[in-house]
């Protein structure tokens, strides 16, 4: 696998993801909750429900399971679109007076969506890793396996668990496409874009 000439890519990609995604999401959420900024609030963990899939997504491919390549594709187009769905989150975060928060808050929000919509295009290519067997095998897609390898030798480091946690992995995606499914058939219908209850 010492061939891969976009390793480095693939591993800038996850470190991309550990700072875009969890760390200063984090630190967003808890500068907006001492600033009683409830619209960020709420649009920061409406994203991260949406994000979870990513975490689902590392447990899937720790025991190289094709589904985790299909579910970090779709990781990155829900992201994208949960940043910007809600109509009067939109509005209200738009009436903030220009503070820092708000600047921060706006500029990972398009720097997220970017890395999303980049993501999901370089993703794309991938695609086949999550359908055939043979091509999942192969070093085109395995290289993708080597960081959330690094994850579980870190945070799980118990040998013979990978089908465990993949296990808990798919016991995460099945809820996750429930409430999914929950969110498009029912509650779209009675509430549309706005993420407040009516």
């Known amino acids: 696998m010492m061939d891969i000439w976009f390793r480095p890519l693939v591993w800038m990609d996850y470190r991309l993801g550990v700072l875009l995604t969890v760390i200063l999401p984090l630190?967003?959420?808890?500068?907006?909750?001492?600033?009683?900024?409830?619209?960020?609030?709420?649009?920061?963990?409406?994203?991260?429900r949406v994000a979870s899939l990513l975490m689902i997504t590392v447990y899937l491919l720790i025991p190289g399971w094709k589904v985790g390549f299909l579910s970090g594709f779709a990781a990155r187009i829900l992201i994208a679109i949960s940043l910007w769905f809600w109509v009067d989150l939109n509005e209200e975060i738009r009436d903030i007076p220009q503070n820092f928060l708000k600047l921060a808050?706006?500029?990972?929000?398009?720097?997220?969506?970017?890395?999303?919509?980049?993501?999901?295009?370089?993703?794309?290519?991938?695609?086949?890793?999550?359908?055939?067997?043979?091509?999942?095998?192969?070093?085109?897609?395995?290289?993708?396996?080597?960081a959330p390898a690094a994850y579980r030798n870190f945070?799980?480091?118990?040998?013979?668990?990978?089908?465990?946690?993949?296990?808990?992995?798919?016991?995460?995606?099945?809820?996750?496409?429930?409430?999914?499914?929950?969110?498009?058939?029912?509650?779209?219908?009675?509430?549309?874009?706005?993420?407040?209850?009516?």
């Open 155 to 198: 945070f799980h480091n118990k040998p013979g668990n990978e089908g465990f946690l993949g296990f808990m992995g798919s016991v995460g995606l099945v809820i996750y496409i429930i409430y999914l499914a929950y969110f498009i058939l029912i509650r779209l219908g009675k509430q549309g874009r706005s993420a407040l209850e009516q």
């Open 27 to 48: 630190g967003l959420l808890i500068w907006a909750l001492f600033q009683r900024q409830e619209a960020m609030q709420r649009l920061l963990i409406i994203y991260w």
């Open 105 to 146: 808050f706006t500029s990972w929000r398009w720097a997220m969506t970017a890395y999303c919509t980049l993501g999901a295009i370089a993703k794309s290519f991938f695609l086949p890793c999550g359908i055939s067997s043979s091509t999942a095998k192969t070093a085109f897609c395995q290289v993708w396996l080597e």
